[in-house]
């Protein structure tokens, strides 16, 4: 069977994958101020950051359109797979929903899973890769269905940013009791539940030290890791997600080992120097 895996562009893609007709990315919006871009492959992480420092509002972000959603559907593949960021942070998975009911409505009947990650960035990449893995298997729509939810309910996703100033403003961090002072320099190690809402695990004193912390954590959590892939990614930070990726390889084997750099929406929320981890 043909099919088709459709994100959000809260999701990265590796290089090889970007041009690669199975997939498709569905942008969200930026914005800034006055400043207002798409997410998608025109996206300057140096402009935007540039101007996320320089501005005293608080970047926002708007989700795709039903009919964006929709038009992505609207190709010759039979089965069609559709990751969104967490439902807890965006409006992207209710617009994939409607854009699903507004398909059948228009042109009839077709295999649409969508899938609220319950994460961000790299959560939405091993899902989508997933995907790809039980589609060539030869696994049928209902099946992968299945297995993806529960591929879903199973990864976890950890963080460490340089600055949680995004999270706070934009009402992500609810569900945090407290954050300390940011002039001590103590870096929260935050996590995601199972239902997408985001916790705080642990706290260091500076961010080689918090870093070292998550990896303790995530290798504490991890099972079976030499049957995963471990998806680390970096916003404006190589050399550091480059490092953390040693620390992880001293304490575990992995099956691969994926290092990106954020796309707009991951940027916006990771800020300049943040990590996000997903295994």
Same mark, same amino acid.
């Given at each position: 069977?043909?099919?088709?895996?459709?994100?959000?562009? @809260?999701?990265?893609?590796?290089?090889?994958?970007?041009?690669?007709?199975?997939?498709?990315?569905?942008? /969200?919006?930026?914005?800034? #101020?006055?400043?207002?871009?798409?997410?998608?492959?025109?996206?300057?992480?140096?402009?935007?950051?540039?101007?996320?420092?320089?501005?005293?509002? @608080?970047?926002?972000?708007? @989700?795709?359109?039903?009919?964006?959603?929709?038009?992505?559907?609207?190709?010759?593949?039979?089965?069609?797979?559709?990751?969104?960021? =967490?439902?807890?942070?965006?409006?992207?998975?209710?617009?994939?929903?409607?854009?699903?009911? /507004?398909?059948?409505?228009?042109?009839?009947?077709?295999?649409? +899973?969508?899938?609220? =990650? @319950?994460?961000?960035? #790299?959560?939405?990449?091993?899902?989508? /890769?997933?995907?790809?893995?039980?589609?060539?298997?030869?696994?049928?729509?209902?099946?992968?269905?299945?297995?993806?939810?529960?591929?879903?309910?199973?990864?976890?996703?950890?963080?460490?940013?340089?600055?949680?100033?995004?999270?706070?403003?934009?009402?992500?961090?609810?569900?945090?009791?407290?954050?300390?002072?940011?002039?001590?320099?103590?870096?929260?190690?935050?996590?995601?539940?199972?239902?997408?809402?985001?916790?705080?695990?642990?706290?260091?004193?500076?961010?080689?030290?918090?870093?070292?912390?998550?990896?303790?954590?995530?290798?504490?959590?991890?099972?079976?890791?030499?049957?995963?892939?471990?998806?680390?990614?970096? +916003?404006? +930070?190589?050399?550091?997600?480059?490092?953390?990726?040693?620390?992880?390889?001293?304490?575990?084997?992995?099956?691969?080992? /994926?290092?990106?750099?954020?796309?707009?929406? =991951?940027?916006?929320?990771?800020?300049? #120097?943040?990590?996000?981890?997903?295994?």
């Amino acid at each position: 069977m043909s099919y088709k895996i459709v994100i959000d562009s @809260c999701g990265e893609l590796p290089e090889e994958l970007k041009k690669d007709s199975r997939f498709e990315i569905v942008p /969200l919006r930026l914005e800034v #101020g006055n400043y207002q871009i798409e997410d998608d492959e025109n996206f300057n992480q140096r402009e935007f950051l540039e101007h996320v420092a320089g501005s005293s509002a @608080c970047p926002k972000s708007s @989700c795709p359109s039903p009919e964006k959603y929709m038009d992505a559907y609207n190709v010759e593949a039979e089965h069609i797979y559709v990751v969104t960021l =967490s439902g807890k942070l965006s409006g992207s998975f209710n617009s994939a929903m409607l854009g699903k009911n /507004l398909f059948h409505d228009k042109y009839g009947d077709k295999k649409i +899973c969508v899938i609220d =990650s @319950c994460s961000a960035s #790299g959560g939405e990449t091993r899902i989508a /890769l997933k995907a790809v893995e039980l589609e060539e298997a030869g696994f049928t729509f209902e099946e992968i269905e299945e297995k993806l939810n529960q591929f879903r309910n199973e990864q976890r996703t950890y963080f460490v940013l340089d600055n949680l100033e995004t999270l706070r403003k934009n009402g992500r961090l609810t569900g945090v009791k407290a954050l300390v002072a940011s002039t001590l320099n103590i870096k929260p190690v935050m996590g995601a539940t199972s239902e997408g809402s985001i916790l705080q695990l642990s706290q260091a004193i500076g961010i080689k030290k918090a870093l070292a912390k998550m990896a303790e954590i995530v290798s504490k959590d991890v099972k079976n890791s030499e049957e995963k892939i471990l998806v680390i990614t970096h +916003c404006n +930070c190589a050399q550091r997600a480059e490092n953390f990726k040693n620390m992880m390889l001293d304490h575990k084997k992995f099956k691969d080992v /994926l290092i990106m750099d954020t796309a707009g929406i =991951s940027s916006m929320y990771a800020n300049d #120097g943040g990590i996000i981890v997903t295994v």
